[in-house]
């Protein structure tokens, strides 16, 4: 962007496609970024919030440095606005009146998104909470854009197949906002069609409500569980000593699997110091091992027939899920770029815990893992229908 351009923004006070505000508090941002991706008016045009511009047009008198555009990064990753927006920060703009800074939001393939479990929008020259009514357009405008697979409905299916109970007990009041889930109006379809698990056109779950809280997942998606085997030995031909089967509504399979993780994989041991003192040692750090995982349930192909994998050998964890690196990801920028095949499944995770931010984790693990005595994982990226990653045992163990 220009300054010339930047000016006509700053002048151009009744377009519903501009935001001006002087905070860069996130409770004033995450509304601003999320009304402006749900595009509300159909522009299918970029939205733009001017950082350092009062609603008159005048300048704030701001000086703009690297913790003011750490704190926009921020809008973008920490998980509060979902699904994850797509927005770019221009260099900072230094006029004598103060500086200015433009985030270019656009519009979401994957309407509505929420900041903070509340849907927002843009009405004329200022934001608001959405109604029913306007979420109802949101979510049936989201038919006409192009989809991931988890979007795809499950043709054939009906609410009966999945757990109305999981879905409104477990997962809506994390997902929406006491206010939203207070208003009356809603069927159950249409609370899970707001949240991306029901397909009002077909009238039928989506596959991502058959995942997160389907009775029987694996009727509609054949491969969608998880195979855990541990051997004695350092190879697949060793003894095989134990082995299970994580399956059912990812919802409980999550939880499952986080407490297997933590009571059957990650283990301790004491270790005696100098001066009768111990240290504890770890086999492998449960939060670099638990996120790995994790990675492998968000971002499989559950279009492939082929479960997830967990081998457990003598001297190292090898991790198996169906599908190679997707979309923006490619072996040159990873793990440094990331990109969502699964992007209800994703969202859904970041709600439920089992995400702390978006394209982190991995680089977190990997710092986990040398700080735990792992060493490096190891991240084959050449196999084309698969994602491997092998993560040695502690070298003291």
């Not at 509340?118 to 405008?141: M, Q």
């Not at 409905?153 to 999981?166: K, M, T």
């Amino acid at each position: 962007m220009t300054e010339e351009q930047l000016r006509i923004l700053i002048t151009d006070l009744e377009s519903d496609r501009i935001e001006r505000t002087i905070s860069f508090r996130e409770d004033k941002l995450g509304p601003a970024v999320c009304a402006l991706s749900n595009d509300f008016p159909n522009h299918r045009q970029t939205g733009y919030i001017l950082l350092g511009v009062k609603d008159d047009g005048t300048l704030g008198g701001l000086s703009i440095g690297d913790e003011e555009l750490q704190k926009i990064g921020n809008i973008k990753s920490n998980g509060n606005v979902l699904p994850q927006p797509s927005l770019s920060v221009s260099e900072v703009f230094h006029f004598n009146e103060g500086d200015v800074v433009v985030v270019e939001v656009r519009p979401s393939l994957y309407p509505p998104v929420r900041y903070d479990g509340r849907c927002w929008i843009r009405v004329g020259p200022r934001k608001a909470k959405a109604s029913l009514e306007e979420e109802r357009i949101l979510t049936e405008r989201r038919v006409s854009y192009a989809k991931t697979f988890d979007l795809v409905p499950a043709l054939g299916s009906s609410v009966r197949d999945i757990s109305i109970d999981l879905f409104k007990i477990n997962y809506l009041p994390s997902a929406i906002d006491k206010e939203t889930l207070a208003e009356n109006g809603r069927t159950t379809e249409e609370q899970l069609a707001s949240l991306r698990f029901y397909d009002p056109g077909e009238k039928c779950p989506t596959y991502a409500g058959i995942l997160l809280f389907g009775l029987n997942p694996e009727f509609y998606l054949p491969g969608a569980y998880i195979q855990y085997v541990k051997f004695s030995g350092e190879q697949m031909t060793s003894d095989v000593v134990f082995e299970k089967k994580f399956s059912g509504a990812l919802i409980t399979e999550l939880r499952q699997l986080d407490d297997f993780i933590k009571s059957n994989i990650v283990k301790d041991r004491p270790v005696k110091k100098a001066s009768f003192q111990e240290d504890i040692l770890r086999n492998y750090s449960y939060w670099a091992l638990r996120e790995l995982i994790m990675n492998a349930v968000m971002h499989r192909s559950y279009e492939s027939n082929a479960p997830a994998y967990i081998y457990e050998f003598s001297d190292h964890i090898e991790i198996i899920n169906p599908g190679g690196l997707f979309g923006e990801a490619t072996p040159e920028n990873f793990p440094n770029a990331s990109d969502y095949r699964n992007v209800v499944v994703a969202e859904a995770m970041k709600v439920l815990g089992y995400v702390n931010r978006f394209n982190y984790g991995v680089k977190r693990a990997k710092d986990e893992l040398m700080r735990n005595g792992n060493g490096e994982p190891d991240f084959d990226l050449s196999l084309i229908t698969k994602f491997k990653v092998a993560i040695p045992i502690n070298r003291q163990w």
